[in-house]
């Protein structure tokens, strides 16, 4: 029989991908923690959605680019629900540039955000998580394209997966699975708002199924990843972008 999987920890799920991994998760019968930076009443939302569907969800403000605030996020979460199962380092921002003309500044906060925050959360993950649990880092299908003015967010997109293929040597002994899933551009906010122009109209163009992605495409696979059914499923960067690449 599975594995018993009760607590998730869901980065920046009070909108877009995170936040529908969060429901799904919670649809699926685990208590989630639902991580937000400023939008409190988007993170209560996203809680109330999951308790009217019978689940446990509570809403945790932290800045995850705050180390600190980051680990007091995973006590936080240790602490309401007893112990932690599942993972998902969801935080990352988009900001695309020609490298010639990327400053330094841009450059920090991408890394600090994208990829070190990224690094904190799979740390204490390895330390807290339970065995047979899962942890999942939500990464970008631009490792793989390597389009023109990604170059800064996809090199701290590449190096999280790194991570992930290590931690998974690391942890497969105790029955946990580190995955990384690889979306292409799904209609979230932050899409809208610093992706670049035409971007949704391309993408579509470029995957086979003619659409962009929708964030339950992601959270299903994530369902996917956190549960029993993916338990041979390790150390893989999934690719998620309806066939574009
Ligand atoms: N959308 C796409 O096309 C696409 C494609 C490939 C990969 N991705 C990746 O998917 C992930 C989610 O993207 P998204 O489009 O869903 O983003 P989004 O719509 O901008 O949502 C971001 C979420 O993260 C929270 N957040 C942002 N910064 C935070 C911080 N420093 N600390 C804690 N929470 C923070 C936000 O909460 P507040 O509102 O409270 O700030 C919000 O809940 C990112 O890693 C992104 O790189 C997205």
Redesign the pocket.
Known sequence: MGVALGVALV?????????AIAERLGADGLAVAV?????EA??DAVVAKIQAGGGKAVAMC????DDAALRGLFDRAEQEFGGLDVVVA?????RFSPLAETTDELFDLVFR??LR?TFVALREAARRVRDGGRIVV?????VVTARATTGI?GAG?AAGDQLVRVLAKELGPRGITVNSV??????????AAD?PPGVAEYSARQSPLGRI?E?GD?ADIVGFLASDESRWVTGQTLHAGGGQF
């Open positions: 980065t920046g799920s009070s909108r877009g991908i995170g936040r991580n937000y930076r400023a939008d988007a993170a932290a800045d995850v680019t969801n935080v990352g921002i988009a955000t994208n925050a939500i990464s970008s299908g631009v967010y997109k690889l979306p292409g551009a799904v209609r979230t906010e932050a899409l992706g992605g964030p992601i």
